[in-house]
């Protein structure tokens, strides 16, 4: 079992910055692929990027260029560095583990990105 918690999000304006974390606990982080996803009001939960144990990472088109993840495995943490944030960024921004065939969420933190 793994639970995960998820922190850093709030309102910010277009343009600006925000980084999210996500506290990880209840087995070994390391040996898991981690990610961060979104979902929208009245839309699907899209992925936003992953991150494999070994550092490997894919990014959403949309997202490419202006986030970062990484994952700092002696702290059991993943992030999200959210750069050059527009309005189509506002969403609940949700922590993944998976390692098959689990596959663990966080409860997901508001990211609002508003003028």
């Known amino acids: 079992q793994v639970q995960l918690v998820e922190s850093g999000g709030g309102l910010v304006q277009p343009g600006g910055s925000l980084r999210l974390s996500c506290a990880a606990s209840g087995d070994i982080f390391s040996t898991y692929a981690m990610g961060w996803y979104r979902q929208a009001p009245g839309k699907q939960r899209d992925l936003v990027a992953r991150?494999?144990?070994?550092?490997?990472?894919v990014y959403a088109g949309s997202v490419k260029g202006r986030f970062t993840i990484s994952r700092d495995n002696l702290k059991n943490t993943l992030y999200l560095q959210m750069n050059s944030l527009k309005p189509e960024d506002t969403a609940v921004y949700y922590c993944?583990?998976?390692?098959?065939?689990?596959?663990?969420w966080g409860q997901g933190t508001q990211v609002t990105v508003d003028s």
């Open positions: 993944n583990a998976f390692k098959s065939p689990r596959n663990y």
């Open positions: 991150i494999t144990g070994g550092a490997i990472t």
